[in-house]
């Protein structure tokens, strides 16, 4: 899964969430570009996640973007000192932390077979 946006970028502005929609997946995988002279991904399992698609509409231009987002369920392990916890005001295991993936990062998602029996 990755964030659907146009070519040219999306204008800085505010966005009205118009839906969500969970990822049904059993793990998940993210991959972060990062800045060498040619391609390479940073890849990282993500354990205790939830990732959903969610639909969005700029406030000034209309324009709807589909942006992936993934909720860390479980920061009970996490330093306390981490970026998120001074900006949420809160400590290790007080809830979920959950952020919109950039563009270009993208997630691989497992999903559980469907298994049927035939007799």
């Known amino acids: 899964m990755a964030s659907d946006l146009p070519r040219s970028g999306a204008?800085?502005?505010?966005?009205?969430?118009?839906?969500?929609?969970?990822?049904?997946?059993?793990s998940f995988v993210s991959c972060h570009d990062h800045n060498y002279p040619y391609t390479v991904?940073?890849?990282?399992?993500?354990?205790a996640t939830r990732?959903?698609?969610v639909e969005m509409?700029?406030?000034?231009?209309?324009?709807?973007v589909t942006v992936a987002a993934i909720c860390h369920t479980d920061t009970s392990h996490w330093d306390a000192e981490h970026f998120s916890f001074?900006?949420?005001?809160?400590?290790?295991?007080?809830?979920?932390i959950c952020h919109y993936l950039p563009y270009g990062h993208n997630v691989?998602?497992?999903?559980?077979?469907n298994r049927s029996s035939s007799s």
């Open 41 to 47: 991904y940073m890849c990282h399992n993500t354990p």
């Open 86 to 96: 001074k900006v949420l005001g809160t400590k290790p295991g007080d809830g979920p």
């Open 11 to 26: 204008p800085k502005q505010p966005y009205a969430v118009r839906a969500v929609h969970p990822v049904d997946g059993s």
């Open 57 to 64: 509409e700029g406030a000034h231009s209309g324009l709807a």
């Open 51 to 53: 990732a959903y698609m």
């Open 108 to 113: 691989w998602v497992k999903k559980e077979a």
